[in-house]
Structure formats: C-alpha cells, structure tokens
C-alpha cells in the first residue's frame, strides 16, 4: 500500500488511491483537500530526479547525503534524518511545502537560459575528512553579473514584509553555502547575494554581502563541523540545537525526539512557521 500520510481527518495512516477516492466523493465533507490537491502533494514528495540519484549515489559509497538545510537546522533533526523519512504527518502539514514548490517550479519556467536556475550541486566532504556528500539546489545565479538569488515564500500572517525582521540569519546562511557549492562546481564565487521574499501578494528583496576570502574559510569549517557532528554521532545521537522554537512544532520526529521530551526546548503554542521553502 502507498501511504504517504495520515488522513486529515482521522489521524490515522490512509493508502493514497483511499484518500483520492474518498476526496473525489467526499466522504468526508470537512476535509479541505480535493484530489487535486492531494494528487500534487503526493508528487511533490517524490523528490526531485536529481536528488533520488544523489541519494542512490550516496549509498552505493557508504557516505551520507546531506541537504544543506540540514546544515542550518536543528542537528538532531538532522541525524534522525539519516535513519529515514519522518513519521507520518497529515496532508495539511505538506501544504506549505507545496506551495513553495510552485512558486519555485514557476521562477525556474521563467528564468533566462544563460542563468543557473533550480540547479542541483552535490559536492563532497570527504576530502575534508567527513563521510558525507553535501546536496542543495541554487534558485538563481547569474554568471556572468555574479548575482546569487534565492527565493522564500512565506506565511507573512498579515504583516507586511517590510515590518517582518528580515532577512533571517539562517537564510544568509544558506545564500553563503550556496555560494560555497557554486564555487566547488567551478562556477566563480559570486560577487552579490539578493534574498528573495515571497507572501501571497508582495515580493520584498534584501540585500546580502557574500562573504570575503576569510569568511568563506570559515563558512566551510562550519560546513565540516556540522557535517561531523550529523554523521558521526553516538547511538543516543546528537544534542537539539533547534534556531527558534517552532522547528520543533513542525518537525516529525519531535514527539519521539528524547531532546525535546526531557524539557531542553520549549515551542510555544502560539509560534508560527515564518516560512516556507
């Protein structure tokens, strides 16, 4: 059976081709998701063509394949990734990954043929001591003006974006590591970074300095520093280190994660995901 998730509804696991049945009739009139919907959901979990090959490579080598937001979040999270995919969440918990996925699927359709756009990079760490391939897609960059771009749709809750704290600091982070694939695939280090802020009727851009010479070496120090401690941790696994309290409220594992039950993080109820991709 092809379970992807549990029904929105009841809480518990439902075969996909039960779920789109059940949706084409409505059998249960206060689920919010037509087969559409769901049927789009389930493609967007897939994972991209490039990314499954990567994965597939990563093993035939015996090394991990890390995506870069496991460099940025939570490193428990990120361990607990390498043992497999989350548990089970509903339809509704997808949704915001989703609608990431069409604004990006939408700017890479748009984007000029000289630009690097939604392009995959892999690089290795082994050379640097880590078992682990590091994986991440670069919205946008344009080789020959050196203007790195990536994009973020985000649940503004009504506030406009020009009064949000923006940018985030992990996503200046993840520009940076973006440019430190970009110059491991042998493209030139790029000169300008743009963050790139989408809610459902504003687009607000924020300015990022890459990083000097000095910097960039420590940006891949802390590539390697994380890595290590992602993949070469103990079987109790590594310490929570969650940036802010709502990764905790949406990541899959935090109701059996023994960081978060012995009371190390707190997440609000009143926490919200700021973004979304």
Not at 106 to 129: D, I, K, N, W
Not at 234 to 251: I, L, N, Q
Request: net charge negative; glycine share 8%.
């Amino acid at each position: 059976m092809d379970i992807l998730w549990l029904c929105e509804e009841t809480r518990r696991p439902v075969p996909l081709h039960d779920c789109l049945e059940c949706a084409r009739h409505r059998c249960r009139p206060t689920c919010p998701f037509p087969p559409t919907m769901l049927r789009a959901l389930a493609r967007s979990m897939e994972g991209d063509a490039e990314l499954v090959e990567a994965k597939a490579l990563a093993k035939r080598a015996g090394v991990a394949l890390l995506r870069v937001t496991s460099l940025l979040g939570c490193t428990r999270q990120a361990w607990y990734g390498l043992g497999g995919p989350p548990p089970l969440e509903r339809p509704s918990r997808h949704w915001s990954r989703l609608r990431g996925t069409i604004f990006h699927a939408a700017l890479e359709a748009l984007a000029g043929e000289e630009t690097v756009a939604e392009a995959r990079l892999v690089t290795s760490l082994e050379p640097l001591g880590v078992q682990a391939w590091i994986a991440g897609k670069v919205d946008h960059y344009d080789p020959v003006t050196g203007q790195l771009s990536d994009y973020k749709s985000l649940n503004s809750f009504g506030k406009k974006l020009a009064n949000l704290d923006l940018p985030k600091q992990h996503h200046v982070a993840q520009l940076w590591i973006y440019g430190w694939l970009l110059s491991k695939a042998g493209y030139p280090y790029p000169v300008t970074g743009r963050l790139i802020y989408m809610d459902m009727g504003t687009v607000y851009a924020c300015d990022v300095a890459m990083p000097d010479a000095e910097l960039q070496a420590q940006v891949e120090a802390r590539i390697v520093e994380k890595a290590r401690l992602i993949t070469e941790a103990d079987a109790d696994g590594p310490t929570g280190d969650p940036p802010e309290s709502w990764v905790c409220r949406y990541c899959g594992h935090a109701d059996g994660c023994a960081f978060r039950m012995n009371g190390n993080t707190q997440a609000s109820a009143d926490d919200g995901k700021p973004d979304a991709a």
